[in-house]
């Protein structure tokens, strides 16, 4: 009787397991992963699902949004699965209610405070914003705080939160710590500060010298010293901020399970250390961080409440607008 049952049990687990397992049919996704990173982890999850096929389109966060909201508003939504820039952005879409809870997923190693409680959207690496300066400087900062010496008077380059996501978090983020606030950034602008543009034109000014001291995302920085540029990234005292490229499934999904799948791979451990080989930080602290990188343990993460953080976003730009003019 035992052995009958036994064999039965273990039957029923290696009928209902490829049911499981094995995912297939057209998967749609969305994604501002730069086209090299996002061909790598549509034949990274390939590899693992070869019954998928995936359709991607890729483009900017804001493009790809202004694509998605016409489709909205045609009732006609195409991606399953979109794999964007930031917290803040999915949290809107979250309170539209335009996403599907993936309540199964593993999230058990990460960082509570990265990941949404409702687990709507999830995210999947850590690329901070912290300070880039040129070598041929004579401050090394340490502190957001260094910023404001004497030595980086007239030095200094911003991407703007009026055009990067990024930039965005980071003012939020830095505005909001206790010894920072806004009177920091007041004193950005009576350094002459001048915020324009996304990190790639700040990255350009100060590896060529035209500024010395910036705010910038950590790989283009890591990256170009990598590769002989006079420039080096700091991890500031007070934390770095963070665009954690979160995943999420829209209710309209048309292939659900192979979305849930897509975002499983991501998190998974083989996901994150496929991230660590692009070049970036992965989110989940067992894997290792690239080359160039401190460990994930070192890394201290300004606070950030991406809730918070929509519903002021109006009122946070304007106040940006007031302090550098537009």
Do not use: C
């Not at 035209?210 to 991890?235: N, S």
Request: aromatic share 8%; net charge negative; charged share 25%.
């Amino acid at each position: 009787m035992f052995k009958t049952k036994l064999l039965a049990a273990l039957l029923t687990v290696s009928l209902a397991t490829p049911a499981i397992a094995e995912v297939s049919g057209k998967l749609v996704l969305y994604t501002s992963q730069p086209n090299a990173d996002a061909q790598q982890t549509v034949d990274a999850f390939k590899a693992k699902h070869p019954g998928v096929e995936i359709e991607w389109v890729r483009d900017g966060t804001s493009k790809v949004m202004a694509k998605l909201r016409a489709e909205f508003a045609a009732g006609d939504p195409q991606p399953d699965v979109l794999l964007i820039a930031d917290t803040v952005t999915m949290e809107g879409l979250k309170q539209e209610d335009r996403l599907l809870a993936h309540e199964g997923a593993d999230v058990s190693a990460y960082d509570p405070a990265i990941m949404d409680k409702d687990r709507t959207y999830f995210s999947t690496k850590l690329i901070t914003t912290g300070i880039m300066y040129n070598t041929g400087a004579e401050m090394v900062p340490t502190s957001y705080k260094d910023l404001l010496k004497p030595e980086a008077k007239d030095r200094l380059a911003m991407p703007s939160p009026l055009t990067s996501g990024a930039a965005t978090i980071h003012m939020v983020a830095v505005t909001g710590h206790p010894d920072l606030g806004w009177d920091f950034y007041e004193g950005l602008a009576a350094q002459g500060a001048n915020p324009q543009g996304g990190n790639g034109g700040t990255y350009k000014a100060i590896a060529g010298g035209e500024k010395l001291y910036g705010f910038i995302v950590d790989f283009l920085a890591i990256r170009g010293a990598a590769e002989g540029a006079p420039v080096a990234f700091v991890f500031p005292e007070e934390g770095v901020s963070a665009v954690t490229e979160p995943v999420a499934i829209l209710k309209t999904a048309k292939n659900p399970d192979a979305a849930k799948a897509f975002v499983d791979f991501l998190l998974s451990e083989d996901g994150q250390k496929l991230a660590a080989s692009q070049g970036y930080l992965p989110a989940h602290p067992a894997v290792a961080a690239p080359e160039g990188f401190p460990s994930r343990d070192k890394i201290k993460l300004l606070d950030f409440d991406a809730a918070k953080a929509l519903e002021g976003d109006t009122a946070n730009k304007m106040k940006f607008e007031e302090i550098f003019g537009g």
